[in-house]
């Protein structure tokens, strides 16, 4: 035995290959498909190249302005701090009104959205509201609203408010898409109507990834609050935008500071609370 | 006095394949019946159908469930008054269906909703005389000391005797159980089918336990509805249960019923599982 296999190991391998099916050959159908594929998505990006009137050579032409704009921003001017802090503390007013509106009206919309939870003839329509919420950007709610209530913080809370539902329900309904069915039938069981079988038996179950779910809209509701002030929504956009349209470039650079140290912070403690609930 | 759960030829089907095929039964009030059969025969599909949990099909029959003489469902309808039929009727699960991370003591609280106020229920507010009844309860089944952990803290046994519990405080006059000891170690599972005789018969309350242990039918109950393909095929007196009985009634089939001691020993792993199972308890 030990000497038949030690004898030659390699005609042994070569009768074993010869038994072996010839290796897979992709067919020439496939390499086609393959090739139009390829040639499609190059002309999709060529198409799209002309359209949105990419000119890499300004870059390059205009290469002293970004110079003086760069120089500009290194040399951040805290002279307005005071203000530009109390500007930062509205964006996050902004942010916390704008989830904690969307969180409330989420709760009963992701609920009516499960459909281990609501029939469909209901979870279908609300479904598609939320997706309407959800399809269009806060800046657009936000002009829209601006048109409502006037420029300023409210039409900025708002904006979040409507767009954040949105998401918040959808999120919500999945996390109630995924529970165990056993203790809800455990409540009807006992004659509960179906809000108690909901409150007993749903909730109990999806809370901790709702808290998660809402402190992480928290977290982009504040990034996007920086941004509605650009079109008017309060907040610390709309002295941003004031600052980069007087070519004051220092006190802009300054603001953008501010921000990026609010935002990274809020995440990191949003972040850690979150940890905690998962 | 009306029957505590009276099923008047009901059928259930998934697919081609009937779970429960035209059955009929009652059982009086305070009575105590083993449902026995092999996984499959339609045991759970029963129950769920007893509790209006599962509809029977339509046009097939009057497939009528009255419990008390409240109409649970009838015609693969749910009954208007299925609400008012459910207040008397406990459900113990095999996973037992209790919210884990609620506290035990809100667990059995849950079984006064059906009875309060729809409003002071929905919020929660229970009164003193409702958290007195369900400690109470709890101390009846041996684990009031956990009252304040959360369900999901607890021992399976403990668990499911925290559901039994819940239908006690329900006030429930039939209790419904569905394979309540198949998920639990053999001490456990006997603590649990004694807190639920000691139950039935301390509050007199009819009970109905689903089993695939033969032996614990027998030891713990009368009577004995058996199950086959969807079919009652036998419903008698516990004492005309034997191996050979067994046999006749399911064929091959019941060696997953049969308890070693009466069974000719078989070299299969899940014989010898049970095997183990029987001597424990």
Redesign the interface.
């Known amino acids: 035995m030990l000497a038949s296999q030690t004898a030659d190991p390699a005609a042994a391998h070569r009768s074993a290959a010869a038994t072996l099916p010839a290796p897979p050959v992709t067919p020439i159908a496939t390499r086609l498909v393959r090739l139009v594929i390829a040639a499609l998505v190059v002309a999709v990006l060529v198409f799209c190249w002309h359209e949105a009137e990419m000119n890499p050579l300004l870059l390059w032409r205009d290469a002293g302005n970004m110079a003086t704009l760069g120089a500009e921003f290194l040399r951040p001017d805290f002279t307005d701090w005071q203000v530009y802090a109390q500007n930062m503390v509205e964006t996050l007013a902004i942010a916390v009104w704008g989830t904690a509106l969307a969180v409330i009206a989420g709760i009963p919309f992701g609920i009516l959205c499960a459909e281990n939870v609501a029939p469909r003839w209901i979870a279908f329509p609300v479904r598609r509201l939320m997706d309407a919420c959800r399809a269009i950007n806060e800046l657009v709610f936000a002009l829209i609203f601006i048109s409502a209530v006037g420029l300023g913080p409210f039409a900025g809370v708002l904006a979040l408010f409507v767009h954040t539902t949105g998401v918040i329900a959808k999120l919500f309904s999945e996390a109630v898409e995924a529970i165990d069915p056993?203790?809800v039938?455990?409540?009807?069981?006992?004659?509960?109507?179906s809000?108690?079988e909901v409150?007993?038996?749903v909730v109990?179950?999806v809370?901790p990834l709702w808290i998660s779910y809402a402190l992480y809209r928290f977290e982009s509701n504040v990034r996007s609050a920086t941004v509605l002030g650009i079109v008017g929504g309060g907040g610390i956009g709309m002295t941003f935008n004031e600052t980069i349209r007087g070519f004051n470039y220092p006190q802009a650079s300054a603001i953008l500071i501010i921000v990026i140290l609010t935002v990274s912070a809020l995440d990191v403690v949003s972040q850690s609370i979150r940890k905690r609930f998962i | 006095m009306a029957a505590a759960l009276e099923l008047d030829r009901v059928t259930k089907s998934y697919g081609a394949m009937r779970a429960v095929d035209d059955v009929s039964l009652s059982i009086a009030p305070g009575e105590r019946v083993a449902l026995i059969g092999a996984s499959g025969s339609g045991k759970s599909t029963l129950i769920r159908i007893a509790s209006g949990l599962a509809l029977a099909d339509r046009g097939v029959g009057p497939a009528a469930v009255r419990s008390f003489g409240v109409p649970v469902q009838a015609g693969g309808r749910l009954a208007g008054e299925v609400r008012r039929a459910r207040r008397h009727i406990g459900l113990v699960f095999q996973q037992f269906a209790l919210v884990g991370r609620l506290s035990v003591m809100t667990n059995v609280l849950v079984g006064v909703l059906g009875r309060i106020g729809r409003l002071r229920g929905t919020l929660g507010l229970f009164n003193a005389d409702e958290r007195r009844t369900a400690l109470a309860a709890l101390a009846e089944v041996g684990i009031a000391v956990h009252a304040g952990k959360k369900a999901r803290q607890l021992s399976g046994g403990q668990q499911q005797r925290v559901a039994i519990a819940r239908a006690l405080v329900q006030g429930a006059k039939l209790v419904l159980a569905d394979e309540p000891i198949a998920s639990l170690d053999p001490k456990s599972a006997k603590r649990v089918m004694d807190t639920l005789v000691t139950m039935s018969r301390d509050h007199g309350i009819a009970l109905v336990v689903s089993l695939h242990q033969v032996d614990y039918a027998t030891a713990y109950f009368d009577r004995v509805i058996a199950m086959n393909a969807g079919r009652v095929v036998f419903d008698g007196p516990a004492s005309r249960i034997t191996a050979s009985f067994l046999t006749e009634l399911y064929g091959a089939s019941a060696e997953e019923l049969i308890l070693p001691s009466q069974f000719q020993p078989s070299a299969t792993p899940a014989a010898t599982e049970r095997a183990g199972l029987v001597s424990a308890s």
Do not use: D, H, V
């Open positions: 056993a203790p039938e455990g409540i009807r069981g006992t004659g509960g109507s809000l108690q409150i007993y038996g109990p179950q809370l």
